[in-house]
């Protein structure tokens, strides 16, 4: 799901065009916490609505309704009572199976009894994927995501000898979480797509399998020189989540990818040399 401007409004009269403009994006940080997102205007006015609604201020109003097809340089409402006849043209976005929502209204006073302001449209007709937040990949490398748990042949205290490999693989489980972004409750479900091992001898691979135990082999090694090394794992994650409110509860598909690294504990490459004996 991209999160898309307003939608533009369009009024057609005999003298002029009136072009209403989607607003320039607005920034605001997420819950996940991080860098900075970019929200579209929409979703940002949508934000101060849901806040009214949890903290409602008695000297700001809110409501919905239809915006007035009508030959005017002022776009209208049919909140306090029907539109003239209709002798322009609104633009109401196509939304698939959804029904678009109808456009956003808000008034203000200085005081409570003091007179309302004119009703003001804060958002045009838009599509519900709109008024939902999108979870980028700034929010997905944000959440701590266990690694891959990693293992090895030999295992911890088997000899590693030059010139032989040593075998690598991973479970390949999936994480999952329920966390918060700009208000909205979430769940996201990661698991690894692809795995980069440097075997600290200045040689690397990266594979999209997560390897097995022998006779396994998709990830294998040969150390051609005695010493000390330690192996660490890169995990490429991807995923996908799911809000709360999508009337659809649709599963959708992050942007982007998040890390992880494993290290392995260091071991010794030793050279397996014979003796004659008496």
């Given amino acids: ?116 302001s004119q009703w003001e449209m804060r958002i045009g007709w838009v599509c519900p994927d709109d008024l939902l937040p999108q979870l980028t990949q700034s929010d997905f490398r944000q959440l701590t995501i266990k690694p891959t748990v990693t293992h090895r042949q030999p295992g911890e205290g088997g000899t590693v000898l030059v010139n032989k490999g040593i075998i690598g693989w991973v479970d390949p489980e999936e994480r999952t979480f329920r966390t918060s972004l700009l208000g909205f409750d979430i769940d996201v479900v990661t698991w690894p797509v692809e795995y980069t091992w440097d075997f600290g001898d200045g040689q690397a691979l990266t594979t999209t399998s997560p390897g097995g135990p022998y006779p396994n082999r998709d990830v ?42 494993t290290t392995l504990d260091p071991f010794e490459v030793t050279e397996l040399r014979s003796h004659l004996v008496g």
């Fill in 1 to 116: 799901m991209r999160v898309r401007p307003l939608i533009a409004v369009l009024i057609l009269s005999s003298t002029a065009v009136f072009l209403v403009a989607a607003p320039a994006e607005a920034r605001r940080r997420g819950d996940l916490g991080g860098d900075d997102v970019t929200l579209s205007d929409t979703l940002e006015r949508y934000l101060a609505y849901r806040s009214w609604k949890a903290h409602a201020d008695p000297l700001v109003d809110y409501a919905y309704a239809r915006l007035c097809n009508v030959d005017s340089q002022h776009l209208e409402s049919d909140i306090d009572g029907e539109c003239a006849p209709p002798n322009g043209t609104v633009v109401i976005p196509g939304c698939g199976e959804d029904e678009p929502v109808m456009p956003l209204w808000r008034r203000t006073r200085v005081a409570v009894g003091s007179p309302w």
């Fill in 220 to 261: 294998e090694h040969v150390y051609e020189d005695v010493g000390t090394f330690t192996v660490t794992l890169t995990t490429v994650w991807e995923g996908r989540y799911r809000v709360d409110e999508d009337p659809d509860h649709e599963w959708r598909t992050i942007d982007g990818t998040a890390l992880t690294t």
